[in-house]
């Protein structure tokens, strides 16, 4: 069974950054492919970024390209997530999650974390 604990998250001024971690462990998560989604209140879940584990290979969510950069230690099965010039509007509660395919759709991940609290004041 995998488990996805996150961590990083805070209270950050508009422009800021933080630095989000999620480490897996259990299973093979060699071989899967990571995302991290967000969730504002009264939102739908949505995808943020995305990273085969072992490949390299990455996906952004448009408003988020330029800005946030995922990247993973393969030794340490984690899968960060460095978010600059942060806005108001990337407020959220951010989820680690795994997929055992290269998708973007939440319905395709089959392991989450619990989350952590990302709020950026004005």
């Known amino acids: 069974q995998v488990q996805l604990v996150e961590s990083g998250g805070g209270l950050v001024q508009a422009g800021g950054s933080l630095r989000l971690s999620c480490v897996a462990s259990?299973?093979?998560?060699?071989?899967?492919?990571m995302g991290w989604f967000r969730q504002a209140p009264g939102k739908e879940r949505e995808f943020v970024a995305g990273i085969t584990f072992s490949g390299g290979s990455i996906d952004y969510k448009d408003s988020v390209k330029g800005r946030f950069t995922i990247s993973r230690v393969r030794a340490k099965n984690t899968v960060n997530l460095q978010m600059n010039s942060l806005r108001p509007e990337d407020t959220a509660r951010y989820y680690c999650a795994r997929s055992s395919s290269w998708s973007t759709n939440r319905i395709d991940y089959d392991h989450w974390g619990q989350g952590t609290q990302v709020t950026v004041a004005s």
């Open positions: 259990g299973g093979t998560v060699g071989t899967n492919y």
